[in-house]
Nanobody, 123 residues
Framework: QVPLVESGGGLVQAGGSLRLSCAASGRGFSTYNMGWFRQTPGKERDFVACIRWDGGSTNYQDSVKGRFSISRDNAKTTVYLQMNSLKPEDTAVYYC????????????????WGQGTQVTVSS
């Protein structure tokens, strides 16, 4: 198993920035592809970004391209999501997830999930 704990969420004004962290414990973090998803009440969990196990490849949802950046530090067993130029529509609970499948935009491909961290962007 790969227990995951997100942090860094909060309240920010539109145009501001936040950096989310997802700390993993257990073995094998560096062998997992990692993703970030977000969810608002009553809606499905949406893909935000993913990063390959070695950090050599990333993928983003179109609406966050150029504003968000995913990165990882395998020595610290942590994955990050830097969010800039935030918009009210970015408001959601953000989840990190781990998979040994290919970096995927499909939530069902991920085996392990964190508990989520709330991001609220005010207008």
């Amino acid at each position: 198993q790969v227990p995951l704990v997100e942090s860094g969420g909060g309240l920010v004004q539109a145009g501001g920035s936040l950096r989310l962290s997802c700390a993993a414990s257990g073995r094998g973090f560096s062998t997992y592809n990692m993703g970030w998803f977000r969810q608002t009440p009553g809606k499905e969990r949406d893909f935000v970004a993913c990063i390959r196990w070695d950090g050599g490849s990333t993928n983003y949802q179109d609406s966050v391209k150029g504003r968000f950046s995913i990165s990882r530090d395998n020595a610290k067993t942590t994955v990050y999501l830097q969010m800039n130029s935030l918009k009210p529509e970015d408001t959601a609970v953000y989840y990190c997830a781990a998979t040994r499948s290919s970096c995927s935009s499909t939530s069902s491909a991920y085996n392990y999930w964190g508990q989520g961290t709330q991001v609220t962007v005010s207008s």
